[in-house]
Structure formats: C-alpha cells, structure tokens
C-alpha cells in the first residue's frame, strides 16, 4: 500500500473539501438536523481556513498515491481550563474507501451502510 501524505489545503482544494464534507452526513442524525446542514457548515468553515492561510485553523489533504483520500480540520484554541492552554482541536475529519478516492466520487455519494461508521471508529 503507498504511503498517507499530508498537506495544507488550498483554495484550489474547495471542491475536494466540499465533496468530503458531505460525507460527514453520511451516517444516521438525530431529526432536527438535515445532512445538507451539516455538510454546508463543514464545507464553508473548511474553506474559509484553506483560504485564510492561519496557522492556527487549518486543513490538512491526506493523499494516497497522488490521490485525494481524505481532510482533517485542525483548530489551536484556548483550553476551557484556563487561557493559558492553547491546544489543538479536530473540527472535522472525513475519509474516503482506499478503493475509491475523493476525485472518483459526487457529492451525492453515500457509503454502503455502516461503512462510515467503522471508519469514524478507526480515526
């Protein structure tokens, strides 16, 4: 298998993200949430922090072979026990089956069932 790399996302990346971030609606909500919700707020707020460039909001692209395979969102924020914590928090992660990677998929897609659950186990 080839190794994972990591990279900072870029705005060239807004279509990859906004396809990864549908994903994290791929799996059962409670009823007041509607997976566009979910998936519209996760794209714009990973766009917005591959566009501004702040160390402390990031994107990272994992890729497998040159190919898309999946994102983390990675914020520095002030500790809640105490301001001079800054720690680091995942905001969202998504990613894609190895046999099918981000460029190969719509939006539209959703994961065989409970596909998504086991990979959000493993991260």
């Known amino acids: 298998m080839t190794d994972?790399?990591?990279?900072?996302?870029?705005?060239?990346?807004?279509?990859?993200?906004?396809?990864?971030?549908?994903?994290?609606?791929?799996f059962e909500l409670p009823a007041w949430r509607a997976p566009h919700e979910i998936g519209d707020a996760d794209s714009r707020a990973m766009i917005a922090a591959a566009a501004s460039g702040n160390p402390d909001d990031e994107v990272l692209i994992a890729e497998r072979g040159g190919e898309v395979v999946g994102c983390l969102h990675v914020m520095a924020v002030t500790d809640f026990f105490g301001p001079a914590i800054v720690s680091a928090h995942i905001t969202s992660g998504s990613m894609?089956?190895?046999?099918?990677?981000?460029?190969s998929r719509s939006s539209a897609e959703a994961l065989p069932?409970?596909?998504?659950?086991?990979?959000?186990s493993a991260m």
């Not at 069932?113 to 959000?120: H, K, N, P, S, Y």
Request: hydrophobic share 50%.
């Open 113 to 120: 069932e409970g596909q998504d659950q086991t990979r959000r």
């Open 4 to 26: 994972l790399t990591l990279r900072r996302a870029t705005a060239a990346d807004d279509q990859v993200l906004a396809v990864l971030a549908a994903r994290l609606s791929a």
């Open 96 to 103: 894609c089956p190895v046999a099918m990677p981000v460029a």
